[in-house]
């Protein structure tokens, strides 16, 4: 099974070459109470980063140059900030211009949940030239991420031979092997993560980040979080709005939305994009999508043969449709890989689902994926069961021929019989007192759809959340290609202009 939120089209596009808090009885998040009565990072003795060679990583080379990196200690368990640490993995560039001009370190959450900060920093470095004259670019490999206690729940051989699981069943049989292929999953995150499991929630990682913010020396925090990195953003804002800097909040997550209602915003996104994507090629959005619907029935009933000699599942073939919907500059692709498979050739829709599913071509696979789920099942309380679920694929299916069975079944199947419970429904984000917080949201955005942007400066409140929209195409705006939205932002980050609320870049 995959849940599309990723981070940002960059590690998107790099690839085809790729909420919560503490548990309340309401289930919304940790209110200002329960968050003040948590430990705060300040409990926690001051720490001098030692800044040294970065390491290679299962991600890639180590970065050279100007890169360095360093082991953060934070507590694996806030409610005892005293007793068993975890170490944070940690990369920084400084500044690069004068240093009487620097503003302090910029942190960075490229989203996921379950992306690592440290491998992607360097390569996003160059879209933020500007910003990187008067901020250390920061990042971090969140808790159970890559190299902060990285969580791999299976194999490279089991996630190979789970390819074969329908994850939209048709039958009994297909049903419960999607159903035993989840609870298989879950098993294996609780023997690779052991009592970890219990503290990887968005609220745990929010508190690290303000312990990163005391390591760094920045009284504020100046923040930049793509994709998921919005829903953490907020629930920073939320624990600590005294002291909130800067924050830029790009494809931003629907902070109100529980499980349900995440896959059915998906389900919005992917067939709004999709159609958008129709109509560039000149084909009527509603006949385009029945044509891939019914080519995706026929997957389904007998998957595609490829040059790799594996085949092309409904499943694989769904997951290569999505990622090019994340860059507008991949649809040309997407319409490549369609053309194939018409023609009974699945090799181009299979290097699509194997770029989003971290699939190199020696069959080792990345752990995103495996991070992700035991961050956003931590987090997320709300778990329809499969009845309930079939009583939600009608809606789903209206919502999108082509995605809606997927992510309908998806609101089961991804935390099924989970080890451990479930925080809340939706984060809580309501940040009275801080600083603005300028919010981005993408009419286009496939992942993470306009309407959750529109959603967080609302809850942020009405003092601090501060919209700009951008009529564009594909995941996150900043650096997509809009002089508008890039402007404003560094302008915003780097000499404090917060622009008019609504401001709309075209």
Known sequence: MVRWLRGSALTAAAVLIAGCSGATDSGKGESAESASAAPSPSAVPAQKLDWGRCEATSEGPAPGGEWRCATLKVPLDWSKPDGETIGLALIRSEATGDRRERLGSLLFNFGGPGGSGVSTMPSYAGLTSELHKRYDLVSWDPRGVGGSEGVRCRSDKEIQAAESVDATPDDAAEETAFFDDAASFGAGCERAAGKLLSHVSTADTARDMDLIRRA?????????????????????????????????????????????????????????????????????????????????????????????????????????????????????????????????????????????????????????????????????????????????????????????????????????????????????????????VLVVGNTGDPATPYEGAEKMARELGDDVGVMLTWKGEGHGAYASGSTCVDSTVNAYLLAGRVPKDGKVCS
């Not at 907020?234 to 005294?242: E, Q, R, S, T």
């Not at 067939?271 to 006949?287: H, V």
């Not at 194997?354 to 696979?365: A, K, L, T, V």
């Open 216 to 436: 760094v020396g920045d009284r504020k925090m100046h923040y930049f979080g793509i994709s998921y990195g919005t829903e953490l953003g907020g629930v920073y804002a939320h624990l600590f709005p005294g002291n909130v800097g800067r924050l830029v909040l790009d494809a931003v997550v629907d902070p109100t939305a529980d499980t349900v209602g995440h896959a059915k915003n998906q389900t919005l996104g992917f067939q709004r994009a999709l159609d958008n994507y129709l109509a560039s090629t000149g084909q009527d959005p509603k006949k385009g999508t029945r044509k891939i619907a019914d080519l995706l029935e026929r997957i389904d009933a007998d998957p595609l043969p490829t040059t790799s000699g594996r085949k092309l599942t409904q499943t694989l073939a769904i997951t290569g449709i999505v990622l090019p919907l994340y860059s507008e500059q991949s649809w040309p692709g997407l319409t490549s890989a369609l053309d194939a498979a018409e023609d009974g050739d699945g090799t181009e829709l299979l290097a699509l689902a194997d770029g989003y599913n971290e699939r190199d071509p020696s069959g080792r696979y990345g752990t995103t994926t495996h991070s992700q789920r035991v961050i956003s099942c931590l987090d997320q309380k709300q778990r329809p069961t499969p009845q309930e679920t079939k009583t939600l694929l009608p809606g789903f299916r209206k919502l999108s021929p082509v995605f809606g069975e997927f992510l309908g079944w998806d609101t089961a199947g991804w935390c099924h019989d989970w080890p451990v419970p479930g925080l809340t429904d939706s984060p809580e984000v309501s940040a009275p007192g801080a600083d603005p």
